[in-house]
């Protein structure tokens, strides 16, 4: 597990540097064939349109983005828990965009940001947390982090370099205890 990576909570895309950085992230994802919306090549302009798009609910707190940064302040990762869901499903969260720098994969920061976007859903009173992934080894890790299988669903997007792929769509109780009052 890396030791020397800082994860930050970020409360606005404002700043030039680390919109950069998340959008180099997400290119680099994206050129390594992870299946995240985004198609092939991905131009810096695509991506940075993309993560502006959050901005808003980043800033309202409905989304948060949380980073994963090197000493140097690069960002190796990034994975979001989206707040804001229907009025009858207040105890639910979603995770989405968990991605992890091809130079950093299998050195446990997937696993440090799962573990830090679970807690911040938790913080936020969240006791259900559900995601979908077409990744072999992001299913490994949500299995060993203790992620429930609900289902694949067969043709459910394109990969970056096209053909289709399936995805496979994950749940997870957590700290029951931190449910709202009106559950």
Not at 71 to 91: A, D, F, K, Y
Not at 136 to 159: F, H, M, N, T
Request: hydrophobic share 45%.
């Amino acid at each position: 597990m890396q030791t020397d990576i800082q994860i930050h909570r970020a409360s606005s895309l404002a700043d030039p540097a680390l919109l950069a950085g998340l959008s180099e992230l997400l290119a680099d994802c994206v050129a390594g064939g992870a299946s995240v919306s985004f198609m092939q090549p991905l131009t810096q302009a695509r991506a940075e349109t993309f993560w502006r798009s959050l901005a808003g609910g980043v800033a309202a707190g409905e989304r948060i983005l949380l980073t994963a940064q090197d000493r140097s302040g690069m960002i190796l990762g990034t994975v979001q828990v989206v707040l804001s869901q229907p009025e009858n499903q207040p105890h639910r969260a979603e995770v989405a965009k968990l991605l992890v720098h091809r130079k950093a994969r299998k050195q446990g920061l997937g696993e440090q940001l799962m573990i830090a976007v679970e807690q911040a859903a938790a913080s936020a009173g969240k006791s259900m947390l559900v995601l979908d992934t077409a990744s072999d080894s992001a299913e490994r890790l949500y299995k060993r982090l203790g992620w429930q299988v609900s289902g694949v669903i067969p043709d459910y997007a394109l990969l970056p370099q096209g053909g289709l792929c399936a995805t496979t769509i994950f749940y997870k109780r957590i700290s029951a205890d931190s449910r709202p009052a009106s559950i």
